[in-house]
C-alpha cells in the first residue's frame, strides 16, 4: 500500500555513533522484560550500541560488569518471562552526589548518553535529578583528570517507561505489569470462590499496590455495606488494598475486617495475603504488547531528542503511545498521596479516577431479593439486552453490568435468550439484580447467544416487542449484532415498534466491528494464543531447529494474529489485510534458514485462518517444511475454538463493564428525551472505542467504513504495529511513526470520568 508524503519514517532517524543504555529500576513487573527486549532490538535496528546495566542504579555505580553491551540474540526467549533478568535494585548510594558522581563516570567510559529507565515514579525522579546534574558531574570528572570526558558526551538524555504493577503513576493509563497482577489476583479470587461457596465462608483478601486504590475505603460506608451485604450471600470476598486507610488515616487491615465481619456476622471467615505472586508469573498478552509499544517509542524519543528536550516517560492514552514530560506526570502523582495525607479523600479519588461505577454495581438495586436504603426512583421503561454472534469472554461481565445499572436507574431490565432467534420466538423474562451476581468471571454467553439474523422474523420480533413493551434493546455481540443492528433500524418505515433506542456493544474475538478499535473478547483471546505458543516454543527447546506454524481464528481479520504474534514474538504472520505471495514464502524461510545458524534455533510463525485462500495453513506448512530441509522440521497447530473458551481477562472484565455501564447510560438519556418513539439515525448506535474514548455513533454513518464482503473495518489501527513486530523479528521494513515525536502535557484520564478506557 503506498504511503502519503507526509508520513516519517524511522529510517531518516539513525542512531549511528550513539550507545543507549537500559536498566529496570525498584521493584520488579511482568513486561520489564519484554521492555528490555525492545528497546534492545530497536537500538540495534538503528544503528545504536545498546548497552545492559545489571542491578538497577547500583549496577550503574559500581560499573564494571554490571555494564554490558547488548546484541541480538542476548534478548531471545525474555518475553515470556517474569521479573527482570537484568536484575533491579535498590540503591542509597545513587542517592548522594558522590555516587551519581561513580554513575556518570562509568556511563562516560562506555561512551553513554542516552539512558532508558524502566522503574516506578522513585526510580524516574532520580533519573531526572541525574540528567539535571549531568553538566556539573562532568565537570568535577574533568577537575579530578577523567581524560574520556569530551563535549560529545554534555548532555544525558532521558526517556522512562513506568514498570509498576501498582498502576499508581499518573498520565499513563497502565503501566508496565498492572494486567499481569491483576491476571494473578483474579485467577486467586476465581479459584477462592469455589472453597468459598462450598463452606458459606467470607474470605478476606489483602493484594499489593501501596496506596493505589485505597480511596474505596475512605469512608466508613463500605463496612456497613460488608455487613449488609454480606448476610444474603452464601459467598463472600471482601478484598482490601495492603495501603488501605480510613478517613482518619489509620490503616485498615485484613484482620481488622475479618474481626469486623466475624463480630457483626458471626461468619466463618479466612484471610489470604497474596503477597509476591502478584509480582511473578508470565506477563499477559496486554503487558508484552505495552512494554514493546513502549520501549520501541523510547528509542525513537532518544533519537529525536535534544540538549534542550525535558525528560520524558513513554505512556499508553487509550490505544496511542505518547510522550508526556516525566516531572509533571511525577507531580501529579505526588498530588494524589499529598491529598491523602491531607485527608482529602475526594480531591484523590477525582485525581486517581472515579470509583462511582464499581459503587453503583456492588449496592443492590430495586429488588426485594436486596431490600436497601438505596432503592431507586421507578422509571416506566422496560430495557431488553441479549447477546448475538458467537460466544466472548466477557460479555457476562457486560450484561451484569447492563442489568445493575439500568435497574439502578429505576428500568425494569428483561434478559433475552439466544440472540434474535429467542427473541422472535419469545424467550424473554424479566431478570433481576441478584441474577446476575457471579457472572462477571464467567466465559461464554450465560444468555445464550446465536448467528440469526432478525431480518425474516421482523414481524414475530415486532410482535415480542409489543407484549413486553420493551422500549429499548442493547445488543452485545460481534458482526451479526451490527448487521442485526442495521436490519431493525431499516425496519422501522414498516414497524414503529423498532422506532426506539437501540445500541450496540461491540463483544467479538475476532475484533472485526467497524466503529470501534477494540471489542469484548479479544483481549482474551489474545492470551489464549500468547500462553499456548509460550508452550510450543518451549517444546522446542530439547529439540533444537523447529519451526511451528500456527493457525488463529478471525475470520478475515487478522488482528488476533499480528497482536499474538507480537505478542509471542513471532517471526512471521499471514493475514489477508497484507496480501502476500509465493515470493514472500520463500523469503521468510530463507530468513528462517538464516536464525537456524545463530543461537536462536526455533521459528514461529502465525496464519490467519482466512488470510488466503490458496496459501492455506497445510501448504505453508508443507511449504517450509520442504525448503527447510536438512536445516529445520515443521510442526503445525490449528487452535480452534479454545480462543473463545475460558475465564475472561481481567482487562475484558473491566472492559465489558464499563463499556455496557456506559451504553446504559445512553439509553436512559436517550428514553427521557425520546417522545413517546424516537425514529432519529442517532436513537440507534455502536459504543466503541476509539483511539482515547468511547463514542457512540449512529449505525448509518458505519456503512461506508465496512468491507460487508469481508466481514471487516476498511481501516484498522492494529495494521501499524505489524512493522514493530517485523523489526523486533529483524526483517527491514518501514515503521510510520507519524503519530510519535510529540511532547504532550498530562491530560490524564483518571481526572475525568471514565470516559476512556484503556486498550493494546
Not at 45 to 71: L, P, R, S, W
Not at 392 to 410: D, F, L, P, Q, T
Not at 495 to 518: K, Q, R, Y
Not at 639 to 649: F, K, V
Amino acid at each position: 500500500m503506498a504511503q502519503p508524503d507526509n508520513k516519517k519514517f524511522f529510517e531518516n532517524l539513525s542512531g549511528a555513533g550513539k550507545a543507549i543504555a537500559v536498566l529496570t529500576s525498584g521493584g520488579d513487573a511482568q513486561g520489564m522484560n519484554a521492555a528490555v527486549r525492545a528497546v534492545v532490538r530497536m537500538g540495534i535496528y538503528v544503528g545504536a550500541k545498546v548497552y545492559f546495566i545489571h542491578e538497577g542504579y547500583q549496577g550503574m555505580v559500581d560499573g564494571g560488569d554490571n555494564i554490558k553491551e547488548a546484541t541480538w540474540e542476548s534478548v531471545s526467549s525474555m518475553l515470556q518471562v517474569g521479573g527482570t533478568v537484568i536484575g533491579s535494585a535498590r540503591c542509597m548510594e545513587f542517592r548522594t552526589h558522590e555516587g551519581r558522581l561513580k554513575a556518570a563516570h562509568n556511563l562516560v567510559q562506555h561512551g553513554i548518553t542516552n539512558l532508558c529507565v524502566i522503574g516506578g515514579d522513585g526510580s524516574l525522579t532520580g533519573a531526572n535529578l541525574f540528567r539535571e546534574e549531568w553538566s556539573s558531574l562532568l565537570a568535577k570528572l574533568v577537575q579530578q583528570g577523567a581524560e574520556t570526558v569530551t563535549m560529545k558526551y554534555s548532555a544525558l538524555h532521558i526517556v522512562g517507561m513506568v514498570g509498576s504493577i501498582d498502576n499508581d503513576f499518573c498520565g499513563t493509563d497502565m503501566t508496565i505489569g498492572t494486567d499481569s497482577a491483576l491476571h494473578r489476583i483474579i485467577e486467586v479470587v476465581d479459584a477462592i470462590m469455589t472453597t468459598a461457596q462450598s463452606h458459606q465462608r467470607t474470605f478476606v483478601l489483602e493484594v499489593m499496590g501501596r496506596h493505589c486504590g485505597v480511596s474505596r475505603f475512605g469512608t466508613s460506608w463500605d463496612f456497613y455495606f460488608v455487613c449488609n451485604r454480606a448476610g444474603r450471600k452464601r459467598l463472600n470476598i471482601i478484598i482490601v488494598a495492603e495501603g488501605a486507610i480510613d478517613r482518619n488515616n489509620k490503616p485498615i487491615t485484613t484482620e481488622h475486617v475479618k474481626d469486623l465481619v466475624v463480630r457483626s456476622l458471626g461468619f466463618d471467615t479466612r484471610v489470604t495475603i497474596l503477597g509476591h505472586v502478584q509480582r511473578g508469573g508470565t506477563p499477559s498478552a496486554f503487558d508484552r504488547i505495552l512494554a514493546s509499544r513502549m520501549g520501541v517509542e523510547a528509542v525513537l524519543a532518544l533519537l529525536e531528542t535534544t540538549a534542550n528536550t525535558p525528560a520524558c516517560v513513554v505512556s499508553l492514552c487509550g490505544n496511542q503511545a505518547v510522550r508526556l514530560p516525566l516531572m509533571e506526570c511525577v507531580q501529579m502523582t505526588q498530588e494524589v498521596q499529598k491529598a491523602m495525607d491531607e485527608k482529602r479523600f475526594e480531591d484523590a479519588v477525582k485525581l486517581r479516577g472515579s470509583l462511582r461505577l464499581y459503587k453503583r454495581l456492588s449496592v443492590p438495586g430495586a429488588d426485594s431479593e436486596w431490600p436497601c436504603a438505596f432503592s431507586p426512583i421507578q422509571s416506566n421503561f422496560n430495557v431488553a439486552v441479549l447477546n448475538v454472534g458467537a460466544p466472548a469472554a466477557g460479555m457476562n461481565a457486560a450484561v451484569r453490568s447492563a442489568v445493575r445499572v439500568g435497574i439502578s436507574e429505576g428500568h425494569k431490565m428483561f434478559a433475552i435468550n439466544d440472540g434474535f432467534e429467542g427473541f422472535y420466538k419469545g424467550q424473554i423474562k424479566e431478570i433481576k439484580w441478584g441474577a446476575v451476581g457471579g457472572w462477571t468471571g464467567q466465559g461464554g454467553s450465560l444468555l445464550g447467544t446465536k448467528r440469526t439474523l432478525p431480518a425474516k422474523y421482523i414481524g414475530k420480533i415486532a410482535e415480542q416487542i409489543r407484549k413486553y413493551n420493551i422500549n429499548a434493546l442493547l445488543v452485545i455481540g460481534g458482526f451479526e449484532a451490527y448487521l442485526g443492528i442495521a436490519e431493525l433500524l431499516a425496519a422501522r418505515g414498516t414497524c414503529e415498534e423498532f422506532c426506539v433506542p437501540m445500541i450496540m456493544v461491540p463483544a467479538t474475538v475476532s475484533n472485526n466491528v467497524p466503529g470501534s478499535d477494540l471489542s469484548i473478547g479479544a483481549d482474551t483471546a489474545l492470551n489464549a494464543i500468547t500462553d499456548t505458543c509460550d508452550r510450543i516454543k518451549q517444546s522446542a527447546s530439547g529439540t533444537k531447529r523447529r519451526v511451528f506454524i500456527i493457525e488463529t481464528m478471525g475470520g478475515y481479520c487478522g488482528y488476533l494474529a499480528s497482536v499474538g504474534g507480537l505478542a509471542a514474538g513471532a517471526d512471521a504472520v499471514y493475514i489477508y489485510e497484507e496480501p502476500f505471495d509465493i515470493r514472500e514464502l520463500q523469503s521468510n524461510v530463507e530468513h528462517l534458514t538464516e536464525k537456524m545458524k545463530t543461537s536462536i534455533q526455533r521459528g514461529l510463525v502465525l496464519r490467519n485462518e482466512n488470510s488466503n485462500v490458496n496459501y492455506t495453513t497445510d501448504f505453508i506448512y508443507q511449504l517450509y517444511s520442504e525448503e527447510g530441509k536438512g536445516v529445520f522440521d515443521c510442526r503445525k497447530n490449528i487452535l480452534g475454538h479454545m480462543q473463545q473458551g475460558g475465564a475472561p481477562s481481567p482487562f475484558d472484565r473491566n472492559f465489558g463493564t464499563k463499556i455496557a455501564a456506559k451504553a446504559m447510560q445512553w439509553i436512559s438519556k436517550k428514553l427521557v428525551q425520546a417522545q413517546p418513539r424516537s425514529p432519529g439515525e442517532d436513537s440507534a448506535c455502536l459504543l466503541g472505542m476509539r483511539r482515547r474514548a468511547l463514542v457512540f455513533q449512529p449505525v448509518t454513518q458505519l456503512k461506508d467504513q465496512t468491507d460487508f464482503i469481508h466481514r471487516i473495518p476498511k481501516e484498522q489501527w492494529w495494521l501499524k504495529l505489524r512493522p514493530l513486530m517485523k523489526i523486533l523479528a529483524k526483517y527491514k521494513t518501514s515503521y510510520d511513526v507519524s503519530d510519535s515525536g510529540q511532547l504532550e502535557h498530562v491530560v490524564c484520564n483518571r481526572t475525568k470520568e471514565s470516559d476512556t478506557t484503556t486498550t493494546i
